[in-house]
């Protein structure tokens, strides 16, 4: 009897392992298929014309110039900007297919590990700012700023 109860046994288990194993495979197969969108990185970026006295903060920082990049509908900044001088917290207008469709108010890091904040506008007026004085002036990140496009 005991014999016969671990015949019966091996069957169920290797019909269970065999219908688990084609299934993983089956599961790995459909998730790799069809292209994936490109990376932000690997896409062709564009330089922020800045205006009003913003200069890259890349000089020393190695953060990279201010860029933008549109993949599949989404807007993506990097770089960092610093203003030497002055007071205007406008530092470029983006071209028509990278402004949003209303207005934008998203978080970024300056100086000092201040808190700032990055205004895109549908106009594509773009802007910085921060709640400490000088922070956003004296040097504002763009890494990591992504918004969709129109919308």
């Known amino acids: ?10 069957p169920v288990a290797i019909t269970i392992s065999i219908m688990a194993l084609v299934l993983a495979l089956g599961s790995g197969a459909y998730a790799s298929a069809g292209p994936r969108p490109a ?3 690997a896409l062709p970026q564009h330089s922020l014309q800045l205006i009003h006295g913003w200069q890259s903060a890349d000089p020393g920082n190695g953060t990279g110039s201010p860029r933008y990049v549109v993949n599949t509908g989404i807007v993506y900044l990097s770089g960092s900007l610093t203003l ?4 205007n917290d406008q530092f470029a207008v983006l071209p028509s297919g990278a402004r949003p ?3 934008l108010y998203i978080p970024i890091y300056a100086s ?8 895109v506008l549908p106009t594509g007026a773009i802007a910085v700012f921060s ?3 000088g922070a956003a002036q004296a040097f504002s990140s763009l890494a990591g700023v992504s918004y969709p496009a129109g919308a």
């Open 84 to 87: 030497p001088s002055g007071s």
């Open 1 to 10: 009897m005991k014999g016969l109860r671990a015949s019966v046994n091996r």
């Open 112 to 119: 000092q590990g201040a808190a700032g904040t990055v205004q």
């Open 131 to 133: 709640n400490t004085p």
């Open 39 to 41: 990376s932000p990185a």
């Open 101 to 103: 469709g209303h207005v």
